[in-house]
């Protein structure tokens, strides 16, 4: 960021640009699984990615070296965030409007903290923590109730198929987020998150080829310019906006981001794919928002450490 803003304006375009950049992801992944089969986006998001934080790195005069025993982890991990995540996410968003899906992603710091409370040296949760996670179950319930009493709505594909992948990916994403954190990683930010983006990419190349998507593939201006934006302003920008928060803001403030990127998706699907959510949908919304809010906040004194090891995961 410029050197002559003031650190409160820094801060608030920080704020903004996660917000909004990330909360604006689930848009841009509708756009471009719309046009190309889900493998070829999340190949093309993370080479792009992968390429430009490499750049960055290599124009910062530092190495792309990571310490001995590293690599193989950031792989896994990138795997986790990046392949697993994200194909789930693009292909399940091909069943369900954006804004719905985002909601059911934002789940993943429940399904984190419920992890953590069976893995060995795992962290305990709250009673409060206990209360997010079940208002967590009822909103999703809440959310998948329309479609259980086989009145889905238009845009909604195979719904209950559709949220059964984006729990998936959710877990991907929590599980990557947990081992992130156990890993301890030691190289810089930046090199770390272009290993996980670089080791993501070769894999989803892999099952591009594999599945033959090239041969499905519509290169549209739309879908082109939605990989665009994800890999650089939800990637690139979040991650820096995020890494800059962490270093400058109480962490409590900085994990409202859970809860606030499924209300900006929200917005943004009605707004501009005139998506539209049933009156037990918007009950759901409300449910699942509080949930998660419940959780972070009630995790919130250990979060910063789980967070900076994750940076990389500024995909969503």
């Keep these: 960021m410029s050197p002559n803003l003031s650190q409160r304006t820094r801060i608030v375009l920080a704020f903004a640009s996660v917000y909004f950049f990330w909360g604006s992801t689930y848009l841009a992944i509708k756009i471009a699984g719309t046009h190309l089969p889900a493998p070829l986006v999340s190949a093309a998001r993370a080479s792009l990615s992968a390429v430009l934080i490499a750049l ?4 910062r005069g530092k190495s792309l070296r990571v310490p001995k025993g590293e690599p193989w982890k950031l792989v896994l991990v990138g795997v986790l965030f990046m392949s697993a995540n994200n194909i789930l996410l693009t292909w399940g968003e091909k069943m369900v409007p954006a804004g719905f899906a985002s909601l059911i992603v934002c789940t993943m710091p429940i399904m984190v903290a419920v992890l953590e409370v069976f893995l060995p040296r795992g962290e305990p949760l709250s009673a409060r923590g206990w209360l997010g996670t079940l208002l967590g179950l009822v909103g999703i319930l809440a959310l998948v109730w329309p479609s259980l009493r086989g009145a889905p709505q238009e845009g909604y594909s195979r719904p209950l ?9 959710a877990l991907a994403f929590a599980v990557g987020s947990i081992l992130s954190r156990r890993f301890r990683f030691q190289a810089d930010t930046f090199v770390a998150t272009g290993w996980q983006l670089g080791g993501a990419a070769i894999v989803n190349w892999c099952i591009v080829l594999a599945g033959g998507n090239m041969r499905h593939a519509m ?20 991650l820096v906006a995020f890494t800059y928060l962490l270093q400058h803001v109480p962490v409590g403030k900085v994990s409202t981001y859970a809860f606030v990127n499924p209300v900006i998706a929200v917005l943004l699907g009605v707004l501009l794919l005139h998506e539209r959510l049933t009156k037990e949908e918007v009950g759901g919304m409300a449910i699942i ?21 994750t940076a990389g995961e500024a995909v969503e």
Excluded: H, P
């Design 289 to 309: 928002i509080c949930a998660v809010a419940i959780v972070v906040l009630s995790r919130s004194v250990k979060l910063k450490k789980e967070m900076i090891g």
């Design 219 to 238: 290169w549209t201006w739309n879908g082109v310019t939605a990989i665009v934006y994800l890999a650089i302003l939800g990637s690139l920008f979040g």
């Design 161 to 169: 198929l559709g949220v059964g992948v984006l729990l998936l990916a």
């Design 56 to 59: 960055i790195v290599l124009l």
